[in-house]
């Protein structure tokens, strides 16, 4: 590999990538080496972008439209990011075309281009990196992100400049980082534009009256259904409705339009010194991993680019516990029928692909019980839209709750308001055990029935709880748990977290997720397909005497109705003036020692 070390290489190589001259470690006919990607069929490995000339549904797309023939016929196919970038971020950016597994599956096997593009370059943080190999000094070390849109494919590099070379590298397949600028004020110019947009709100909406434009979604029975395009949602209120223009930045079109109720409130509080929030909390808690010791427990926490407050290397009386913990995703759906809604992710305000940001700095609170006795204590994290309570802007509440007696809780609420009354929350959390000896087991029959390959289960009405009220349990040489799914018995207004949890093996080497994660599932699937069943599908690996991930993925339902709110906010006038009332809807489970 080619070492990059000074400004005069770096130009002379960025001139060479920009007249469009193959840097790529291919061989001389551009071909790639023979390799599949597990979970793709034949005929999706096999689709490329036959015709850039479909793309020309507005006059503005004509430019983008010639950008994408042009890059289909260069020996790379990848487009450059087009958001302005540092000197740094434009080299990194180079090194990453010109290491051949992250270029892997720019073309198929018939050596035909796919549609390829650089969607961000971000400095790279500790939460970045899977396992111990993180490097000491990241001030040289890049995140480059690029999105195949013929695979539906996540490609992500982690890149040291100062080498000149790829640290890590990781394809992840059904699954599309967020958007650039560019991409998303393309998306509002396409929905605002467009004569059925425009019809429907009564006037042309102004560019600067779009919410959520760069927040991924979905629509049934359209290209954009379970993503499989590239597609975005930018929404415009209407006194107590929203309006959603479902753009497709596949093919540059709208693909539809839903409206969804919000109810009426009345306006978001005012916003004081959030700037100097944001930088405290980027350069205190986004930058640096911090240490928790507190009542026999130990930790390391930070909050991530786009997978919310990550806790890792857990113990407690200096027993291992967690690997690590987070919340990977919030998929939104509003609407069982027409399934369009949003995928959400959470994170630092500042270089983070996160749709909702962290508002406020961590904080650390007391547990107690009904008699005000200390029983423990809380990580609470709080992420938040600048408008919230007010429509389309949401606020999301990550806590973890670490007990005396060695209990632990993965929690997370909907503080609401949201972009309709009749939405459903499925928070996907990520929790990696202690130990390599771990096995699982679920409650059935009156009996604890082993699995002994990765699988995936449902928490439904009917389920059947063990005598105490578990439904899982793992053990392991280090230590053992039972698992207590939500049911309603919390007393944190939480009514049953119906959930889907599924186990994957964690495999040194293969990062599924131990690293920081884009969006992984679509907004709108009311099945399993939430995102973690691509680690198990098509072959499932077993499990038993493993190191073990259970992902867990609640589902919450809104509610608007007086006297039955529920991931629900709204303002109201009291005392004269407006104050916000929350009504949270908590899930996550809970983790009570196995006492050997």
């Not at 029935?449 to 392991?476: F, H, I, M, R, V």
Request: negative net charge.
């Amino acid at each position: 590999m080619m070492k990059l070390n000074n400004r005069f290489i770096f130009l002379n190589i960025l001139l060479l990538v920009l007249s469009g001259i193959d840097l790529s470690c291919n061989n001389g006919n551009g071909t790639v080496t023979e390799k599949r990607l597990e979970g793709y069929p034949e005929d999706v490995l096999k689709s490329v972008l036959l015709s850039a000339d479909s793309l020309r549904t507005f006059p503005f797309t004509e430019q983008r439209a010639e950008e994408i023939k042009k890059s289909l016929q260069q020996p790379t196919p990848v487009l450059l990011c087009k958001d302005s970038l540092s000197n740094n971020q434009q080299l990194a950016q180079i090194i990453a075309l010109n290491e051949p597994e992250f270029i892997h599956y720019v073309r198929n096997e018939a050596n035909l281009p796919f549609r390829n593009e650089i969607f961000g370059v971000y400095p790279a943080r500790e939460s970045d990196f899977a396992g111990g190999n993180k490097p000491v000094d990241l001030k040289n070390v890049f995140r480059v992100e690029m999105y195949n849109y013929g695979l539906n494919l996540s490609s992500i590099a982690l890149i040291d400049i100062k080498q000149g070379k790829a640290l890590a590298v990781n394809h992840i397949p059904q699954a599309q980082p967020d958007i650039p600028v560019n991409l998303k004020d393309l998306a509002v110019q396409i929905a605002i534009n467009s004569p059925e947009v425009q019809q429907a709100l009564g006037y042309k909406p102004k560019d600067s009256t779009a919410l959520m434009p760069n927040t991924k979604t979905s629509l049934n029975r359209t290209r954009c259904e379970r993503s499989h395009h590239l597609c975005v949602a930018p929404t415009f209120v209407k006194e107590d409705k929203a309006l959603w223009a479902i753009v497709d930045l596949t093919d540059f079109r709208l693909v539809g339009i839903r409206w969804t109720n919000t109810g009426t409130t009345g306006p978001a509080a005012p916003i004081t010194e959030k700037k100097l929030q944001d930088d405290k909390i980027s350069s205190c808690f986004c930058e640096l991993e911090q240490s928790l010791s507190k009542d026999g427990w130990n930790m390391k926490y930070m909050l991530t680019s786009s997978d919310g407050l990550r806790i890792s290397d857990v113990t407690f009386n200096n027993q291992p516990v967690l690997r690590s913990a987070k919340l990977v995703d919030w998929h939104v759906n509003y609407s069982g029928t027409d399934g369009f809604g949003y995928s959400d992710a959470v994170g630092c305000p500042y270089f983070s692909q996160a749709a909702v940001v962290a508002w406020s700095v961590p904080e650390v609170a007391e547990l107690q019980n009904d008699r005000n006795e200390t029983i423990g204590f809380a990580l609470e994290q709080t992420f938040r839209s600048e408008g919230w309570p007010t429509p389309c802007n949401y606020n999301y509440r990550q806590r973890y709750e670490f007990y005396n007696d060695g209990r632990f809780r993965v929690a997370a609420a909907s503080i609401g308001r949201g972009c309709g009354n009749d939405g459903t929350y499925r928070p996907v959390f990520r929790i990696a055990l202690a130990g390599n000896t771990n096995n699982f087991y679920s409650w059935n029959n009156n009996n604890w029935d082993n699995w002994t390959q990765e699988k995936w289960n449902e928490q439904t009405a009917q389920t059947a709880y063990s005598p105490e009220g578990y439904l899982y349990k793992t053990t392991g040489r280090e230590n053992g748990y039972f698992i207590e799914p939500g049911n309603g018995q919390f007393g944190d207004g939480g009514k049953g977290d119906f959930s889907f949890v599924y186990v994957t093996k964690n495999v040194t080497g293969k990062d599924e997720g131990e690293s920081d994660l884009v969006t992984i599932g679509p907004c709108c699937n009311t099945d399993y397909h939430q995102g973690p069943e691509k680690f198990i599908e098509p072959q499932p690996e077993n499990i038993q005497n493993s190191s073990l991930v259970i992902w867990y993925v609640a589902q919450l339902k809104n509610n608007d109705q007086k006297g039955n709110e529920y991931c629900w906010a709204e303002s109201v006038l009291q005392n004269g003036v407006y104050v916000t009332k929350t009504y949270p809807c908590f899930c996550g489970p809970l983790f009570i020692p196995v006492k050997k």
